[in-house]
């Protein structure tokens, strides 16, 4: 036990996926992928469900066997054909998969069990894992006697012990009520970040996502949609799909003219600078990225608010801009009327173009 | 409210299928104990016949216990894990699978006996020993414990927890052994208690099946009804109720009164 | 998961049993009767025979009756018992179940004791009447017997079903007037109507190939179990036996099946 689960950053494997595909029974659920996580680095696999994130997290951890050979490798070795129990890979479950007939701490203690390792040796292991879970006062009870955050730290503590190269968390806060699960995923990123450990986290929550992710790859219909940085995916989103998943998007579409785009609805409109050749574009911003100002003008919106939510902090507002729809988020002591017109100005970088039915 | 004149016809008819089902147990229990059955109470109670009963049939009391014990650790070894493959293949092959094996319960007794009999007859030593009696239990108390497993494994989600047990590094087998099988011990149970209920009340292939060597305590019992006194008779279904209350207790502790159907 | 190995082993002992003393007993069965001296006619022979078809025909008689007089009375019991709470009513559901585990010798000696020769029945009628009726080595006896170990089994069916049933239902029934028997017809029948099929079916089969009662009776019926008995080892007629055998297996199979394809509904 030299080795400690507070290791130095970099411990476990640097995972590598060359073309990696998966089919059942003729239908493929993962498109060739190619993937690289270096050692110690969160990855979260984000998307909906169906998209082909627990796949790819199932067949990185053995449980799933990729269509061809050499598809997969940690740290530079092969392991496509190795199953999970000899992959040395620690998995947490969405149902935890801890075992009803074992204690907390026997359930922690299994992997080491398995690896042979001595009564005491293993407990000593098991408890100083629990502790840095916080579950120590509960070695000893049944899993049914403890609470779904604690199972849920559980099955972290479960998965770490066995000094995993790899860990693998499946959806492991779905299974929680919102404010629990708001409070683990800062405590599983800081243990993960503390850990050092590779991970590969799949959520469909992005929220969740930007949180823990130290890089963030989308997933649709079993392909990487894009896999970035978690502001990158935000501000930068490579697509229509992913822009739309990861949050909320405005699109205004118009006419490109003397690098400007302007829409005129009569007491509405919008002159926003694009440069580049005359086209029909659709310029996308998110709601955050508006300012209200004095009046129009080049680089100004004017829209007629059409209802507004308090948020709290923030409020947002519906708007319309010759007869297109738009989503704005603002702070919330300012007061605004349905009906009223109101003119904001755009932050420059977070005005994004994509292509007309991109 | 007042009730009704169906709900007093109801309770009647309870009442007398109640009767109609336990006086005759009560008759037997106190025949077997009687001096003389005839007479009735008056003539006194005794244990001479229920001693009767043990020097005459003994050896069939302990073959039955032998029978069940030998069918029991049969069952075990081949149903506990069968339930498992039969789970884990599923879909349409392991249904196929699952109704043959379980046919010797919508077969009657006597077919399976005859088969085997016809089958085995030719080999002496098995068809004359006792394990030839236990192999024609197991193979009619084998799809109750099928059940009792399949049935609560339908329950947990063993596929998880065979994953979670495999991150964990732990082989196969050694999955089935700490993680599976821990996780079924209820069915386990209530599938042994009735396989060794249905072992030791076991008539219609035993019957046919048993040599004079080989008899068990329902075929002593078939004897003892067609040749001896009525109090013997009944002292040694007296025996015979002393052996499976208990295990009918049991199992009525595991699963309660719903449980799968066991009978002659 | 790679496991093919591991769940060969798993299912080997069953395989094996299963091919061992289940399938090749049973494809013996099947050679045994077509190779006597009528051949696959041995079939023919149980509905042409008239000793056959008169056993056939008592037979499915009788498990008919026990079917119907089972439902019967189990129906009524069932909804006695259920969602009605009384001390002693777990001690009562046990001690009506407990049957269940008797074999047919020991149904057949309750019988003995109830009409026999010192049965319960003729010692009150000698008291009452001055005549010993004794009914137990009769057809009367037969379904009497028959009726004591379906009863409790069919019992657990629909009182399962039974519990299930709202009672708002048959409230509502009153409610809007029906009388007690509109109500069975309109209401708990049909509620009730799944489990008084798979119940029937279960009861039917179980009466079909039943032998330990019919065996201690020693009734001048004979059963189809009994002439199968009888044929093998008094007449050593091994091709009719297996024949015979084959008929009521399938018999049994398929009401066990038929009571597997529930009806829709409930």
Redesign the interface.
């Known amino acids: 036990m030299t080795q400690t689960a507070n290791a130095a950053p970099g411990t476990g494997a640097a995972i590598t996926a060359r073309a990696l595909t998966k089919s059942f029974h003729g239908t493929t659920v993962l498109h060739p992928t190619d993937l690289h996580v270096p050692a110690g680095e969160i990855l979260v696999l984000l998307g909906p469900s169906g998209c082909g994130k627990t796949t790819l997290l199932r067949l990185i951890?053995g449980?799933e066997r990729p269509d061809g050979p050499d598809m997969l490798r940690f740290d530079g070795e092969d392991v496509s054909g190795v199953?999970?129990?000899?992959r040395?890979?620690?998995?947490v479950?969405q149902?935890?998969?801890?075992?009803?007939?074992m204690t907390v701490g026997e359930n922690v203690a299994?992997?080491l069990k398995?690896?042979g390792l001595p009564s005491a040796e293993r407990r000593a292991e098991a408890g100083r894992l629990l502790a840095l879970v916080g579950l120590e006062e509960h070695a000893g009870k049944r899993i049914t006697a403890i609470s779904g955050g604690q199972r849920q730290r559980c099955a972290l503590a479960?998965?770490l012990a066995?000094k995993p190269r790899v860990l693998?968390l499946d959806e492991p806060l779905a299974a929680l009520d919102a404010v629990l699960r708001e409070r683990l995923r800062a405590e599983i990123g800081l243990l993960l970040r503390e850990f050092g450990i590779t991970a590969v986290y799949v959520t469909h929550d992005q929220a969740e996502a930007m949180a823990i992710g130290d890089r963030i790859a989308v997933m649709q219909a079993g392909r990487i949609a894009q896999i970035d940085r978690p502001e990158v995916i935000y501000h930068r989103p490579a697509n229509d799909f992913v822009a739309d998943f990861v949050g909320t998007m405005n699109r205004l579409a118009g006419p490109v003219r003397d690098g400007r785009l302007v829409l005129d609805g009569g007491d509405t409109r919008a002159d926003l600078p694009t440069g580049g050749p005359d086209r029909e574009a659709i310029l996308c911003f998110r709601p955050e990225a508006v300012r209200l100002r004095d009046g129009p003008g080049e680089g100004a919106i004017l829209a007629r608010i059409t209802a507004t939510t308090f948020f709290g902090a923030t409020q947002r507002l519906l708007a319309e801009v010759a007869g297109q729809v738009l989503r704005l988020d603002l702070p919330s002591g300012l007061t605004f009327r349905p009906g009223q017109l109101a003119a904001f100005s755009l932050e420059g970088p977070a005005l994004l173009e994509f292509p007309r039915n991109g | 409210m007042g009730r009704?004149?169906?709900?007093w016809?109801?309770?009647g008819?309870?009442a007398l299928?109640?009767l109609?089902?336990?006086?005759?147990?009560l008759?037997?229990i106190m025949?077997g104990l009687c001096v003389n059955?005839?007479r009735g109470l008056s003539s006194g109670l005794t244990l001479a016949w229920v001693g009767q009963v043990l020097d005459l049939y003994l050896d069939t009391i302990l073959r039955s216990l032998a029978v069940a014990a030998t069918t029991l650790v049969?069952t075990l070894?081949?149903?506990v894990?069968?339930a498992?493959?039969?789970v884990?293949?599923g879909g349409p092959l392991a249904r196929i699978?699952e109704e043959?094996?379980t046919?010797?319960?919508?077969?009657?007794?006597?077919?399976?006996a005859?088969?085997?009999i016809?089958?085995?007859g030719g080999y002496g030593t098995f068809r004359q020993s006792t394990l030839f009696i236990a192999?024609g239990h197991?193979?009619f108390t084998?799809p109750f414990m099928l059940r009792a497993v399949m049935a609560v494994l339908e329950t947990?989600?063993w596929r998880?927890?065979?994953?979670?047990?495999?991150?964990?590094?732990?082989?196969?087998?050694?999955r089935?052994v700490?993680?599976i099988l821990?996780?079924v011990?209820e069915g386990i149970l209530a599938g042994s208690l009735t396989v060794v209920?249905?072992s030791v009340?076991?008539?219609?292939l035993t019957?046919?099946m048993h040599t004079p060597t080989t008899k068990t305590l329902?075929v002593g019992?078939?004897d003892a009804?067609?040749s001896l006194r009525?109090e013997i008779?009944?002292a040694y279904?007296l025996v015979?109720l002393v052996m499976?209350v208990p295990?009918?207790v049991g199992l009525?502790m595991v699963a309660g009164?719903?449980?799968e159907?066991?009978?002659? | 998961?790679r496991?093919r190995r591991?769940?060969l082993?798993?299912?080997l002992?069953?395989a094996v049993?299963?091919l061992a003393?289940?399938?090749?007993?049973?494809a013996?069965?099947g050679v045994?009767a077509v190779e006597g001296e009528r051949g696959a006619m041995a079939f023919l022979a149980i509905l042409t025979e008239p000793r056959y078809r008169a056993s056939l025909l008592a037979t499915l008689l009788l498990a008919l009756a026990t079917t119907a007089g089972t439902l019967a009375?189990a129906t009524?019991?069932a909804?006695?018992?259920a969602n009605r709470r009384f001390p002693g009513r777990?001690l009562?559901?046990?001690?009506?179940?407990?049957?269940?585990?008797?074999?047919?010798?020991?149904?057949?000696?309750?019988?003995?004791?109830?009409g026999g020769r010192?049965g319960?029945v003729g010692g009150v009628t000698r008291a009452v009447a001055g005549t010993n009726v004794v009914f137990a080595y009769s057809l009367t006896g037969l379904f009497i017997g028959y009726?004591?170990?379906s009863?409790?089994?069919v019992l657990?069916t629909i009182l399962?079903a039974a519990e299930k049933l709202d009672p708002a239902l048959v409230e509502a029934a009153r409610s809007l007037g029906a009388g007690?028997l509109a109500i069975q017809r309109d209401v708990v029948l049909p509620a009730l109507f799944p489990a008084l099929y798979t119940g029937g079916a279960?009861c039917f089969?179980?009466a079909?190939?039943?032998?330990?009662?019919a065996?201690?009776l020693?009734t001048n019926v004979d059963v189809v179990?009994m002439l199968?008995?009888t044929e093998?080892t008094l007449a050593t007629n091994?091709a009719m036996?297996?024949a015979l055998?084959?008929a009521?297996?399938l018999i049994?199979?398929l009401a066990?099946?038929l009571a597997r394809l529930r009806p829709a509904g409930v």
Do not use: C, H, K
């Not at chain 3, 003393?21 to 049973?26: G, K, N, V, Y």
């Open positions: 951890a449980l199953p999970v129990e000899r040395n890979v620690g998995m479950f149902s935890y998969a801890l075992f009803p007939n299994y992997g398995v690896r479960r998965a066995i693998l | 009704r004149w169906t709900t016809a109801g309770i008819l309870t299928l109640t109609f089902l336990i006086l005759p147990v008759l037997s025949a059955y005839a049969l070894l081949i149903g894990p069968g498992y493959a039969l884990r293949r699978v043959v094996v046919l010797p319960v919508a077969i009657p007794g006597l077919a399976l005859l088969g085997l016809i089958t085995y192999v197991v193979l084998l947990i989600d998880v927890l065979d994953e979670g047990a495999a991150s964990l590094g732990a082989p196969a087998w050694r089935f700490d993680v821990p996780n011990r209920t249905l009340g076991e008539f219609n019957w046919m329902p019992l078939a009804y067609a009525l008779a009944s279904t015979f499976i295990l009918l009525q009164p719903q449980r159907r066991i009978g002659p | 998961m496991t591991f769940d082993l798993l299912i002992p069953l049993f299963t003393f289940l399938i090749l007993p049973l013996r069965l045994t009375i009524v019991a909804q006695t018992l777990g009562l559901l046990s001690l009506l179940t407990f049957p269940l585990a008797f074999p047919g010798v020991v149904v057949g000696f309750m019988v003995i004791l109830l010192l319960l009726l004591y170990f009863v409790p089994r657990l399962a007690p279960l089969a179980t079909m190939g039943a032998f330990g009662t065996f201690t020693a179990p199968i008995y093998f091994a036996a297996a055998s084959i009521l297996g049994t199979w066990l099946a």
